[in-house]
């Protein structure tokens, strides 16, 4: 039988390049994450220049905050915990990495060409001092609340560093599970309501649900997933909630989490049958452990296509960022093609799509308008219709594209509506 022939969307972006965009790193300064802030450092380089891609440098907000709430009263009872940590302050490092008056890095091009930024020789110079937030923080991390932190209402008006109308990207670096607690009962090393001490365990024990009743029991665990009542930590759904209400239309946000395998739970207890343990999920390439994180991968997982997670238990952060940063591109404006395009002319040289191509007014696909190809190639915007569509190889700009074809518009008389979505649907090859 005949196979059908399959479309697919493969471009999905504004009608006009928006440039405004704030990158938030959430990155853990617990101990053995050094290793991880300098491999961290050393991709973002890959980022910046996949982010100027070709239609020029987009105007740039990056933060940098740290995993460490602090633990309220019982500051000083648990080794490197305070009371208020770094308080969900954006750049703690701020001041010692020369910035002045401002909590994150900000970089745009003027109208001369010329490029304004608030900050001492290159991004990356300045992003590798951001992150560089060593080891002494609080073992009980809270990514979630740290997040969240920064990007409250308040704290906006504050810093400005999160604008209404950006696309926002968020990745969170960290080798334990989110305990976001609002419960300050867990960090209390005399609790009588748990029989271990140890944090990364009572975190476990509290924020994440698996078969089984008994949580001390030794051995694998099956179906881990956010426990949605819990007496001290935040049930994820609360941060997904908040996101959701910051940037409703899902193509303004990415989230990404760079963490431990959360599909290998395991726990295990000493000689006596006491003081449980989360066995790690595996050892990074920095040769050091990473354990599952269960509540972060769901809180990433909730945001479908705009939701990014790498584990650290094969990969460092570099194909975690790369692929998010093709996600934010789309949603601000790059025309590269995605997808597994067919070549629907074996003999023609290259690859030949056949594609259909709209402009649409926000989401309403009622006020979808088709637009032709141009039938002019030696002058695309003399074709005999315009504004008209072309498909042609991308470049550089599309180098990180499985196709690296770019789809181009020509002719406009006018400039398309701010809501204004390009939208191309090509034939894919079968899976």
Not at 151 to 165: E, K, N, W
Not at 349 to 358: E, I, K, S
Request: charged share 25%; glycine share 10%; hydrophobic share 35%.
């Amino acid at each position: 039988a005949d196979v059908p022939v399959r479309f697919e969307v493969v471009v999905d972006t504004p009608a006009e390049f928006r440039d405004e965009l704030d990158l938030l790193f959430v990155v853990d300064n617990s101990e053995n994450m050094q290793a991880r802030q300098l491999q961290l450092a050393m991709s973002f380089e890959g980022v910046f220049r996949q982010l100027n891609f070709g239609r020029g440098l987009p105007d740039l907000h990056v933060g940098v905050v740290s995993t460490d709430m602090g633990i309220g009263e019982f500051g000083g009872t648990v080794p490197q915990c305070s009371s208020a940590g770094d308080g969900g302050v954006l750049g703690p490092k701020a001041q010692e990495c020369g910035l002045q008056g401002e909590s994150f890095l900000a970089m745009k091009s003027d109208v001369d060409g010329s490029v304004l930024s608030n900050f001492e020789g290159s991004l990356n110079e300045a992003f590798s001092c951001m992150t560089s937030l060593g080891e002494s923080g609080c073992e009980y991390e809270q990514p979630l609340e740290a997040m969240r932190s920064v990007l409250d209402q308040d704290a906006l008006r504050q810093s400005g560093f999160a604008r209404a109308d950006s696309v926002l990207g968020v990745v969170m670096l960290t080798d334990e599970d989110d305990c976001s607690a609002f419960n300050p009962e867990i960090f209390n090393p005399n609790s009588p309501d748990f029989r271990d001490g140890d944090p990364n365990f009572r975190c476990f024990q509290s924020g994440v649900k698996c078969e089984g009743d008994d949580v001390y029991k030794p051995g694998l665990r099956a179906n881990c997933r956010p426990r949605e009542e819990s007496g001290y930590i935040t049930n994820v759904d609360e941060y997904v909630d908040y996101i959701e209400a910051l940037k409703p239309d899902p193509r303004n946000r990415v989230l990404s989490a760079i963490i431990g395998d959360p599909g290998s739970v395991r726990v295990e207890v000493n000689t006596q049958g006491q003081d449980a343990q989360l066995v790690a999920a595996c050892e990074d390439s920095t040769g050091e452990a990473a354990y599952p994180g269960v509540r972060l991968a769901a809180f990433v997982d909730s945001f479908d296509d705009q939701g990014e997670r790498t584990s650290l238990c094969n990969q460092g952060p570099q194909s975690g960022l790369d692929s998010m940063v093709r996600k934010l591109r789309q949603s601000m404006g790059t025309t590269c093609l995605a997808g597994d395009i067919a070549d629907v002319d074996d003999e023609a040289p290259g690859r030949q799509p056949q594609c259909n191509v709209f402009e649409q007014l926000g989401s309403n696909t009622e006020l979808r308008a088709a637009l032709p190809e141009c039938d002019n190639p030696s002058n695309l915007a003399g074709s005999s219709v315009v504004p008209c569509y072309s498909i042609l190889t991308g470049g550089e700009a599309c180098g990180d594209f499985r196709t690296q074809l770019a789809l181009q518009v020509h002719g406009r008389a006018t400039k398309p509506a701010a809501e204004a979505r390009l939208i191309a649907e090509c034939r894919v090859n079968q899976p």
